[in-house]
């Protein structure tokens, strides 16, 4: 396995049961209640179709998959079956990352929010290794298993976050659906809040969420405190206008 990266870019070449959620114009971020079964059979399906194609009709699909594509992202079959392609990731991540400075030291800060990524994986690589690229793109310090790898698809007027077991294979997915990122996009996030591995936490990288969430905190109560300020003031010189107390 091989990749190269380049920070400007944002393009990187790397050669069973999830959580489902489900968004709705009404509704924020909740878990479907029933989404269990659902997330199961599909995770299932996809385990036996990449088990049963054969590889012609890999081939076929490839080629269908290729002549979708509107752009030069395109899939390319090698004669021993295994195919290469590319798949985009949009990074939503709410916590700060730790990174490695150029001196070997580390520092704290926040990816901006709806950053996309472009990986060069083959059908061989795992949702593990696709994660491990990522952190390894931005010299993130922190431990993959904070993070977690999602796939958002989009059905009728609902879209559904579902995440996706590490040994599962991103490419194959991003076959399966085409080159449509509305029917099928990829998500990195931190695991869940039940589910983070606090020991996999430096000291030094709690400190710093630590510190960052203090700032935050700061922040939110001085715009806080601006806001209702603004709004006295006003009421104050409506109360003056209109000849009340002042």
């Known amino acids: 396995m091989t990749w190269t990266s380049t920070m400007s870019s944002g393009y990187s070449s790397l050669e069973e049961d999830s959580e489902e959620y489900f968004f709705t114009a009404r509704t924020s971020f909740f878990k479907k209640p029933s989404g269990k079964p659902t997330q199961c059979k599909d995770v299932a399906q996809e385990r036996e179709l990449r088990t049963h194609l054969s590889r012609e009709e890999i081939r076929q699909k490839v080629e269908l998959y290729n002549n979708s594509s509107k752009d030069h992202l395109k899939m390319t079959l090698n004669p021993s079956g295994v195919y290469t392609g590319f798949i985009k990731v949009q990074l939503e991540l709410r916590r700060p990352i730790t990174v490695r400075g150029g001196g070997g030291g580390e520092e704290a800060f926040y990816l901006p929010q709806g950053a996309t990524n472009t990986l060069h994986i083959s059908s061989n690589n795992t949702i593990r290794q696709v994660i491990q690229a990522l952190l390894t793109k931005f ?8 993070y977690a790898l999602y796939k958002r ?7 559904y976050m579902c995440k996706l077991s590490e040994g599962e294979h991103p490419l194959f997915l991003r076959l399966l659906a085409g080159p449509n990122t509305d029917t099928l996009g990829f998500v990195l996030r931190e695991q869940q809040t039940g589910e983070v591995m606090w020991e996999a936490f430096s000291s030094p990288e709690l400190s710093n969420i630590l510190r960052m969430l203090e700032k935050e905190e700061t922040e939110r109560v001085c715009s806080v405190t601006r806001r209702y300020d603004n709004y006295r003031l006003k009421l104050q010189e409506a109360m003056s206008a209109a000849g009340g107390p002042g």
């Open 153 to 159: 698809c989009r059905r009728e007027e609902q879209v």
């Open 139 to 146: 010299t993130v310090a922190d431990n993959p298993a904070k």
